[in-house]
């Protein structure tokens, strides 16, 4: 049976990438769409509109389940606008290190984590230990590997989540549903 409508939206929670963090919630909406019962597919029209909420929470699972090399007590605070990322580094001493920067949309695909400021031991940090660190962290999330084309349009951070909002589709029938 094959279900068509001219719009709709669908939901999803804890929606679990191979490669990011659990995201909390997911909002696509669709102008035309059909569902296969039988096959349990779905296929879009156009081009639908994704929104996307994940919390601080998913963030901070995700990086401590997947931590930087050499990264200890990693911890993950979403402000108003911003990102702040406190740790411990393990070299010949421990240091604290604290990061605060913005998430940025990379390749229309990816979001990376690009700080403004980095402090190691309470002074700032040379950038060639800064880029070795982000090498190992972003990107935080990449869409590349969705079964439909995704394009991020922005991403915003307010106090405890992610907002990120894409265009996507259309989705044909490779977007099985189980």
Do not use: K, W
Request: aromatic share 2%; net charge negative; hydrophobic share 45%.
């Amino acid at each position: 049976m094959i279900v068509s409508t001219r719009e709709a939206d669908v939901r999803a929670t804890g929606v679990v990438l191979d490669n990011g963090p659990a995201v909390d919630e997911v909002v696509i909406h669709a102008s035309g769409a059909s569902y296969d019962a039988d096959r349990r597919t779905f296929s879009l029209s156009g081009q639908a509109t994704l929104a996307a909420r994940i919390s601080a929470d998913s963030i901070l699972q995700y990086v401590r389940e997947n931590p930087p090399d050499a990264v200890q007590d990693l911890q993950v605070t979403l402000l108003d606008g911003s990102v702040r990322v406190s740790a411990r580094m393990q070299g010949l001493l421990p240091l604290g290190v604290e990061a605060v920067g913005s998430l940025e949309i990379v390749q229309g695909t990816q979001i990376a984590f690009r700080p403004s400021s980095v402090r190691v031991a309470g002074m700032g940090a040379p950038g060639s230990l800064v880029e070795r660190v982000l090498e190992n962290v972003n990107p935080l999330l990449d869409l590349a590997a969705l079964p439909f084309p995704v394009s991020l349009q922005r991403v915003e951070v307010s106090l405890g989540e992610v907002r990120v909002h894409a265009l996507c589709g259309p989705i044909g029938n490779s977007g099985t549903l189980t």
